[in-house]
């Protein structure tokens, strides 16, 4: 059986898919990359797939789930940083934060590098149509063969919070202006059955899918009746984001039923930001992951059991 996982876009949220994939390890005493053929990932999910993959010197993964967890925590407030004018005015934060912790977290490790299969969603705004970074496809074409930090980047620049990114190709294409892919698969675990199906054909696929929490604040129809656009463009965003991931949750469920799981906690509506890089923020969160990963303790070792059985 093959054995998939999807991580779901979501900010600092991240923190949460991080500390159960850190749970899941602990109890395997293997890491992400030598437990699934194929992990995948959105926005900050595709972040977290590409550092679970990324080898260190020796060829061993370099960052268990535990480390990745603790970019949030350490790193968070250099991403989600920006001056008092530029917060006043409504604009979105500077790229020379994230970029410079992908920089620090991925440095030269490129997509052929990946010790397991990575699929990293964006999409392109030039064209319009969604882009994939795949390993395979990096390993059969050396055109598509990117530096992990660009591909974190390009899936993580949500619009109103990042630029577009523009990467240089050596082709006749020139360049591919890319966005954050949660735009249309915040939620990236069709793509990642989608993929599978590509790559090993009618093989039993088992997929494990990580969200980083449900959003539960309620948008009051009589303020919503009087928002412009300003006041709707990061509301649709989470609205979009949100319901691209229920959306595919419940195709999955009906396609693969016993053979998909889904870890996803309901949010505190003071924890729903992506952006809320605080330390209570962060806080919060960690302690929500804690709570998903008692509740659902007996889902997790059973998954656990699988995974190292076959």
């Known amino acids: 059986m093959r054995k998939v996982l999807s991580i779901d876009g979501g900010g600092i949220r991240g923190i949460v898919p991080a500390l159960v994939l850190a749970r899941i390890e602990r109890q395997t005493r293997k890491p992400a990359a030598g437990l699934f053929d194929l992990i995948a990932g959105t926005s900050t999910g595709g972040i977290l797939a590409l550092g679970l993959v990324k080898p260190d010197a020796q060829g061993n993964p370099q960052y268990p789930a535990e480390a990745l967890a603790g ?158 656009l300003a006041r709707w463009a990061k509301p649709v965003l989470d609205i979009a984001f949100d319901g691209v991931s229920s959306t595919v949750d419940y195709q999955l469920r009906l396609l693969l039923e016993k053979r998909y799981c889904r870890f996803q906690p309901a949010l505190d509506p003071r924890l729903q930001d992506m952006d809320d890089a605080s330390r209570a923020n962060v806080r919060g969160l960690k302690l929500l992951a804690e709570a998903l990963i008692r509740q659902r303790a007996d889902d997790l070792d059973a998954l656990c059991e699988t995974l190292v059985s076959g």
């Open 71 to 228: 970019l949030y925590e350490e790193r968070g407030g250099t991403i989600f940083s920006r001056p008092a004018w530029r917060r006043w005015l409504g604009g979105g934060y500077p790229i020379e934060g994230i970029e410079s912790v992908l920089e620090a977290y991925f440095g030269d490790a490129r997509l052929r590098n990946a010790l397991a299969d990575v699929l990293v969603t964006s999409y392109e705004i030039e064209r319009r149509f969604p882009f994939f970074f795949r390993s395979s496809m990096a390993r059969a074409d050396a055109g598509y063969d990117f530096p992990m930090k660009q591909a974190a980047r390009a899936t993580s620049a949500a619009p109103t919070y990042f630029e577009p990114l523009k990467i240089e190709t050596g082709g006749a294409a020139g360049y591919y202006a890319l966005v954050d892919g949660g735009l249309y698969a915040n939620n990236p675990a069709m793509c990642a059955l989608v993929e599978a199906r590509r790559m090993f054909g009618q093989e039993d696929v088992m997929l494990v899918s990580l969200g980083t929490g449900s959003l539960t604040r309620p948008l009051p129809v009589d303020a919503a009746r009087r928002w412009g």
